[in-house]
């Protein structure tokens, strides 16, 4: 069975970093297209990067652009999204998915993870 677990959210003072993992089981990253999406209270989910099998092609919300950083994590079967100047807004929890096929800015995926919360508050 196909799994994906998210992990690195938790609480960061605005402007501060976090960086978020998304690990697999049953299958190996290298082979999908990664996609990271957040949701947040009373809001629609939002696509806020993904990242071909490759790691050649890259897509970023605009909210996000500039700040947050995707990158696959050669030999550890992970997948990384690197939050810098986090600011209130970008509370959410967030969701790694996985598909075989990579389209920009896409918002269905095949597989989902269960999603870690980040919180940027003083």
């Known amino acids: 069975q196909l799994q994906l677990v998210e992990s690195g959210g938790g609480l960061v003072q605005p402007g501060g970093s976090l960086r978020l993992s998304c690990a697999a089981s049953?299958?190996?990253?290298?082979?999908?297209?990664i996609g990271w999406f957040r949701q947040a209270p009373g809001k629609e989910r939002e696509g806020v990067s993904c990242i071909s099998s490759s790691g050649g092609s890259t897509y970023y919300a605009d909210s996000v652009k500039g700040r947050f950083t995707i990158s696959r994590d050669k030999g550890k079967n992970t997948v990384s999204l690197q939050l810098n100047s986090l600011k209130p807004e970008d509370t959410a929890v967030y969701y790694c998915?996985?598909?075989?096929?990579?389209?920009?800015?896409?918002?269905?995926?095949?597989?989902w993870g269960q999603g870690t919360q980040v919180t940027v508050s003083s």
């Open positions: 049953g299958f190996t990253l290298d082979h999908y297209a």
């Open positions: 998915a996985a598909d075989d096929i990579y389209i920009s800015g896409r918002q269905t995926y095949d597989y």
